[in-house]
């Protein structure tokens, strides 16, 4: 559908399919544009950003010849910005370099809701509040009532607030059926506080904004994800049973097979410390040399084949840093492959009691050699099956680039880059949709290089800023742009503070982790300290039944993967998406539909038994575990004890057979 420039006596209407999204006139400008000194610095992935507006000039003055759009401050003043038409986007152009500062205002709707902006963890709605968009570490805790939040801040200034998130976008959905991505990669903040219109403010003009409608959300979020790309359909292995992470050296592979002895069904081991620890304050971490370690891992790559006949993958960890006393150092810093300071020096990052040297993915030579000897030669032809490709948030502002972009515009670009080198190696190896990478940073573009998030680092707790509640909205929110597979770390990583894992928190965290993308469970920051899988009867348990159900369900799992990659639909889904007629859907965030069938609403906090819940208009329900039928359109409060998460199918479903068997796994 395309948009529309229309004149009037005061101004200029914009809209796309039918409706308007600017309405600018003299007394009603909404355009500005301006000049900010501003102040970033990072310490150790969290920034802080400041900004001394200098100047914001409303662009009142409207001057329409030939489809093109001049505007001035005011009648007979020179223009400052010429914007014009071209299909659905809007060109920007400023004839005013000195200019930095942009800020537009969309036309709102007072009952108007919005979704997006990557992937938040907090709001699913953004409508209220003000989110900034650039890639960060999220913080412990996100939220400033709480002690966590307030010790980590105290600490480390590592607290974090509702907005912070490793992948920003500037794409949102509007329930007007429409959507808006603001084509840069500079800072930019979107404000929906306001009931007449949603501002956005970019640190640059920039290049675009696009504008995208469809008659129903479904059409939309596959026109999203043909714009932003999609990802192929699972790797068959992944249907088995779980990613089992456990990083305890060589003793890893006695506790998986306990594990297995138990019931759990297993599709990968996943050992992090494949590369070997480094202990530090916060816990134990990995050494960033990315080699297989013989001394924690002895004869590993025999060890892997021996995995691979039993049907079982192995996947390891790597990230786009170098540590300083690792072997690669040297050699990367004397190819010239890493970021460089501002005297031309390698730039050394704080990543907490050891440095790093950043490679430098714009420098063509080293993204290359990263693609080629580390991953290619060093991890697939080595024998993994997948990796956690992590961190891409902590690129500084203040270095140097190979490619002489100000790091500034580059920052929030870094993840796709990253996204990218790891896709291109999977490539590299005719790869592609049997190896799986899995990333937590992102921005635009990402899409078409990752084939599996993870919502990163949480609590290990229910808190509902940083727990277990909060990787749901990641999922949908996410989901919207084009990412359809997400999943998170069962039971949480981060533990400071005393604060750690209960046996309900891992159960819970597992109920829901049986109904998403894929199953892989973390030992954590601190794994002495928390309970893992494995150290309780009943837990192991619990979790080897969760895996059955994932394994059940994995013939329905596997044509929602199909359907992803040929529509770009996700597997975790707001319930709006197929209930778009029925409002009340359009707030929840603690639910979801896994596929179009069955809705899942996870216990989230602790010590509920019974689950409070939404069933959407326009079917009937069934409880999985009980067969009781419910109508849609009511709010319900169904038992839900462990090894029961509330979760219901639809009654008209071509998969009630298969649906209805769950009671017996």
């Not at 971490?285 to 060890?303: D, I, V």
């Amino acid at each position: 559908m395309s948009a529309k420039l229309e004149t009037t006596p005061a101004g200029f209407i914009v809209s796309i399919n039918r409706r308007p999204v600017l309405r600018h006139s003299a007394a009603k400008p909404c355009i500005f544009v301006g000049r900010g000194d501003d102040r970033i610095a990072m310490h150790r992935g969290r920034f802080e950003i400041e900004d001394r507006l200098v100047e914001r000039c409303p662009l009142a003055h409207a001057e329409i010849d030939g489809g093109r759009i001049r505007l001035a401050p005011g009648k007979g003043q020179a223009p400052r910005l010429i914007l014009w038409l071209e299909e659905n986007a809007l060109v920007l152009q400023a004839t005013d370099p000195s200019m930095n500062r942009f800020w537009i205002r969309i036309a709102a709707d007072q009952d108007e809701h919005v979704w997006g902006g990557g992937e938040q963890f907090s709001y699913f709605d953004l409508r209220g509040r003000r989110f900034p968009l650039w890639s960060s570490e999220p913080g412990v805790g996100r939220d400033k009532t709480t002690e966590i939040t307030f010790k980590a801040d105290a600490i480390d200034k590592a607290g974090g607030d509702y907005f912070h998130t490793y992948y920003p976008q500037p794409t949102y959905v509007s329930s007007a059926h429409y959507a808006l991505h603001v084509a840069t990669s500079a800072f930019c903040a979107f404000d929906f506080r306001d009931d007449a219109f949603h501002e956005i403010e970019v640190w640059a003009v920039p290049e675009r904004i696009e504008l995208f409608a469809a008659e129903t959300f479904i059409e939309l979020v596959e026109i999203l994800s043909g714009r932003f790309g999609r990802q192929p359909p699972l790797p068959d292995w992944i249907y088995n049973g779980a990613i089992v992470g456990l990083k305890d050296g060589a003793a890893s592979f006695k506790r998986l097979e306990r594990m297995r002895e138990a019931g759990v069904k297993v599709a990968g081991l996943w050992c992090e410390d494949w590369v070997g620890i480094r202990p530090t304050a916060f816990g134990a971490r990995l050494f960033w040399n990315w080699q297989a370690s013989e001394q924690r891992y002895p004869g590993l790559r025999q060890r892997i084949a021996e995995l691979n006949s039993d049907g079982i993958r192995f996947l390891g960890y790597v990230n786009p840093y170098l540590c300083n006393d690792g072997s690669l150092f040297a050699a990367a810093e004397a190819a010239g492959y890493f970021v460089k300071d501002g005297s031309g020096r390698t730039a050394l990052i704080d990543f907490g009691e050891f440095h790093c040297g950043i490679v430098d993915l714009t420098n063509k030579d080293a993204a290359a050699w990263f693609c080629e000897d580390i991953i290619g030669a060093g991890m697939l032809d080595y024998g993994l099956s997948g990796w956690m490709a992590d961190f891409g948030e902590y690129l500084p502002t203040d270095v140097r680039l190979a490619n002489g972009v100000d790091a500034k515009l580059m920052h929030n670009r870094w993840p796709t880059l990253w996204a990218e080198v790891n896709a291109k190696a999977v490539a590299s190896r005719g790869k592609t949709g049997e190896a799986l990478f899995f990333m937590r940073s992102g921005f635009t573009g990402v899409q078409q290089h990752c084939p599996l998030l993870w919502a990163g680092d949480q609590s290990v707790d229910f808190s509902r800023h940083d727990g277990l509640v909060t990787v749901i909205c990641a999922a949908l929110s996410s989901g919207l742009l084009g990412n359809a597979f997400h999943h998170s770390d069962i039971g949480g990583y981060t533990s400071l503070f005393g604060n750690v894992r209960t046996p309900e928190l891992l159960m819970r965290w597992a109920e829901m982790a049986a109904f998403t993308s894929v199953m892989r469970s973390h030992e954590g920051n601190r794994p002495h300290d928390n309970l893992q899988l494995d150290g309780d009867g009943e837990v192991l348990r619990h979790f080897a039944r969760m895996t059955a159900i994932y394994v059940h369900l994995a013939p329905y799992l596997e044509i929602l993967s199909q359907e992803a990659a040929r529509r770009g639909l996700p597997v975790q889904r707001p319930l709006f998406l197929h209930h778009e007629a029925d409002r009340r859907t359009y707030t929840i965030q603690d639910s979801y539909l896994y596929g179009p069938d069955l809705l899942v609403a996870p216990v989230w906090r602790p010590s509920e038994g019974e689950r409070t819940l939404y069933l959407p208009t326009g079917t009937d329900w069934v409880h999985v575990w009980s067969g009781q039928s419910f109508a849609g359109g009511e709010e319900i409060t169904v038992s839900a004890p462990l090894g029961q998460p509330a979760v219901f199918y639809r009654a008209d479903s071509a998969f009630g057979a298969l649906f209805r068997g769950l009671r017996d796994v």
